[in-house]
């Protein structure tokens, strides 16, 4: 598991409430599907059934903690309504995220209390428990009536409202793994599933058979499409039915069919299940069955992830690649004891002003200063070789950081904030052609300063007008590329981001105009907002790098980074030995 899967939240337990008036539903919703349970009690009961004499605001907390438990249809928390409104409540409409709830009593008498709840919405949970990250205030009424002497809530929404905090505690995130178009890269889905861990192996298998979410759907590929279903009962690999996903003891799943599938496709199939469960704390061995026999004969008494590590999630593409910075405009590689020129253009200029590597270090991107005044283009696109020459592929008066795409040998780039291009090296020829990729879905949201791809090659992190997006990257039938499906990310609120970069296929690391806080890092799904350390660092942060274990920045004064391995009282920016004292930009592949 990911060590910023693992990362403590920042947010910090607030006071529950919420409501409305009437029966009527939460307005400006979608109406999704409930996420199921297997029909077992939750392993620990958040909220037990109403206290004798509870007053109203008491009762309504309860209500909302009893509302993680999604049991028989939520059946504790409408022990909480009266007899009328436990009968028509829809608890299925809808599973509102939300925080910083305010509430007052607007009348009460002996039978009857009326009551006023202001809250910010933060996000909903929708079909197949995907998480859309919202924003927004809103307000409902909510009546409470005295039934046999004691009071009930008598209106409320349909749906289920959870405060963000218990939302966290009563619901794994969890990663689905498809595949990229090549087949080569496992692409993180992430979903939120009620975390009793003996149901999770159950859960995970149900929502890959179901596929991924409709904005990943024409990026991604399955081998566990339409016409494979799961045969009889997850168990535990010796056929034991209780405790599945708990402890040792691995798990054992028959699917069919997969028959037609040949032994490449059985090992991506493969894939795509150990690393879903592996991820979700589901140790192995993994028995994978087609009809009741091995799925694959080589590994008849159970698959580990070493069986699959060319396609694990975490590895870290261009590892053997090295830090490298910018630094006085030029191209330098890091060493503890210092820096060396790098071999070639790059290393030998004096006006590079942003630069990439790609996964393997062997070609170059770069935006270079070219001298003139404007109205003329003040920046070129430079593109070449690590040892060797380069050449402009393209000019503009603003030019992004470039980003390497990771299958076709691409740098990506955006021109005067609007124009999002593609500069593709033939590796035989040598020739470079530039391509513009079809992306009116995000230049018609603002000016697009940074645009960075995720290393799976499937989606864009961008930074338009200071706010954060994420986009999917489409390959399409013509050979050329579109982003679609752009989404804000919230990155707190009154903060302007001014640099981002990939972690992990599920986080990016963003910082921000910010001197409290200036890094944060946020899951793709927006569900998440971890507040960095701040230690040592001075602001502004001006630049940020990450691999899935460590996070590079560029302050005022030097290149720092943070290692997510650190115990936590450890962890704290410190200086990149062979960067410290000097300015420059933290440089990695990708």
Excluded at 99 to 107: G, N, Q, R, T, W
Excluded at 124 to 136: F, I, K, P
Aim: net charge negative.
């Amino acid at each position: 598991m990911s060590t910023s899967r693992s990362a403590c939240l920042a947010a910090v337990l607030l006071t529950l409430v919420f409501v409305v008036s009437g029966c009527a539903s939460l307005p400006d919703t979608s109406t999704p599907e409930a996420i199921g349970t297997i029909g077992q009690e939750p392993a620990e009961q958040t909220a037990p059934p109403p206290a004798p004499g509870a007053e109203p605001s008491l009762l309504l907390r309860k209500f909302f903690e009893a509302s993680t438990d999604p049991t028989d249809r939520h059946a504790t928390a409408r022990q909480y309504l009266t007899g009328e409104r436990a009968r028509t409540w829809d608890d299925a409409a809808s599973t509102v995220i939300v925080d910083k709830v305010d509430f007052l009593i607007e009348s009460r008498d002996d039978d009857v209390a009326n009551y006023t709840v202001r809250t910010n919405r933060v996000g909903e949970l929708q079909s197949g428990g995907n998480y859309e990250a919202q924003e927004g205030s809103f307000e409902f009424k909510v009546r409470f009536d005295r039934v046999d002497g004691e009071w009930r809530i008598a209106d409320i929404p349909d749906g289920v409202m959870l405060d963000r905090p218990l939302f966290f505690k009563s619901y794994k995130n969890v990663a689905l793994y498809f595949l990229d178009p090549s087949g080569t890269t496992t692409v993180p889905d992430l979903r939120w599933i009620p975390s009793r861990q003996d149901q999770v192996a159950a859960q995970l298998i149900g929502l890959l058979l179901g596929g991924p979410k409709p904005a990943l759907v024409p990026a991604v590929r399955t081998q566990l499409g339409e016409n494979v279903s799961l045969i009889g009962q997850i168990t535990k690999a010796d056929g034991r039915t209780s405790s599945v996903g708990v402890g040792p003891g691995g798990v054992r799943i028959d699917l069919q069919g997969v028959s037609e599938l040949d032994s490449t496709n059985r090992v991506l199939l493969a894939s795509q299940v150990i690393w879903s469960l592996a991820n979700a704390e589901i140790s192995g061995p993994y028995v994978l069955l087609a009809d009741g026999k091995p799925l694959d004969d080589r590994y008849a008494n159970g698959w580990t992830t070493a069986d699959v590590a060319d396609l694990n999630p975490l590895s870290k593409s261009g590892s053997d690649v090295g830090l490298h910075a910018l630094r006085d405009g030029s191209l330098v590689a890091v060493r503890d004891t210092g820096v060396v020129a790098t071999p070639g253009y790059f290393g030998s200029v004096r006006n590079v002003r942003s630069i990439a590597l790609s996964n393997d270090g062997s070609l170059v991107a770069a935006v270079v200063d070219t001298g003139r005044p404007a109205p003329e283009p003040t920046n070129a696109l430079m593109v070449g070789t690590y040892d060797g020459g380069a050449f402009p592929v393209a000019e503009g008066g603003t030019i992004s950081r470039p980003s390497w795409a990771p299958r076709d040998g691409s740098a990506w780039a955006v021109v005067d904030g609007v124009r999002v291009t593609r500069a593709v090296r033939d590796r035989q020829t040598s020739q470079v052609s530039v391509v513009d990729v079809e992306a009116d879905a995000v230049t018609s949201l603002g000016r697009i300063s940074e645009l960075r791809l995720s290393r799976d090659g499937v989606r864009a992190a961008m930074i338009i007008d200071g706010k954060v997006y994420f986009a999917v990257v489409v390959a399409l039938q013509n050979g050329n590329y579109s982003l679609t499906s752009p989404r804000l990310v919230p990155i707190g609120a009154g903060s302007t981001a001014t640099s981002l970069d990939w972690s992990s296929g599920e986080n990016v690391v963003i910082a921000r105009a910010s001197s409290d806080v200036p890094v944060v890092l946020v899951t793709v799904d927006g569900a998440r907002l971890e507040m960095l350390p701040n230690r040592n660092l001075t602001a502004p942060v001006v630049a940020v790098d990450a691999t899935p274990t460590t996070e590079y920045v560029a302050d005022s004064r030097s290149v720092f980074q943070l290692n997510n391995t650190d115990p936590p009282a450890e962890r704290y920016w410190r200086e990149v030995p062979g960067l410290s004292g000097i300015k420059a930009i933290p440089v990695l592949p990708g």
